[in-house]
């Protein structure tokens, strides 16, 4: 069973900055795409960023474009999410998933990790 751990989350204030971590127990496939999605009470879970294993290509939600940056280290199976210009709209539990697509069906997904930007 592939199991992902998200780290890096917490209490921010508006405007400031956190680096959020996803390490997969087994390294992502060429055909993967390791993705961000996140989660607020009484909402559907949407999708915020993505990056295609094979060639690194990313992907953005319109909204986080220019102040979220998904990257990844290989060597530690590992993808990032740098967040920036964080403002209250963001505060969500955020998840990792690991699939072919962006939250297909039988995608993996971590724990998920609070994030909690004050205003």
């Known amino acids: 069973q592939v199991q992902l751990v998200e780290s890096g989350g917490g209490l921010v204030e508006a405007g400031g900055s956190l680096r959020l971590s996803c390490t997969v127990s087994?390294?992502?496939?060429?055909?993967?795409?390791m993705g961000w999605f996140r989660q607020t009470p009484g909402k559907e879970r949407e999708f915020v960023a993505a990056?295609?294993?094979?060639?690194?290509?990313?992907y953005y939600k319109d909204n986080v474009k220019g102040r979220f940056i998904i990257s990844r280290d290989t060597g530690k199976n590992t993808v990032y999410l740098q967040m920036n210009s964080l403002n209250a709209e963001d505060t969500a539990v955020y998840y990792c998933?690991?699939?072919?697509?962006?939250?297909?069906?039988?995608?993996?997904w971590g724990q998920g990790i609070q994030v909690t930007v004050s205003s």
């Open positions: 990056l295609r294993w094979s060639n690194g290509r990313t």
């Open positions: 998933n690991r699939g072919t697509t962006p939250g297909d069906p039988d995608s993996f």
């Open positions: 087994e390294r992502p496939y060429s055909s993967h795409v």
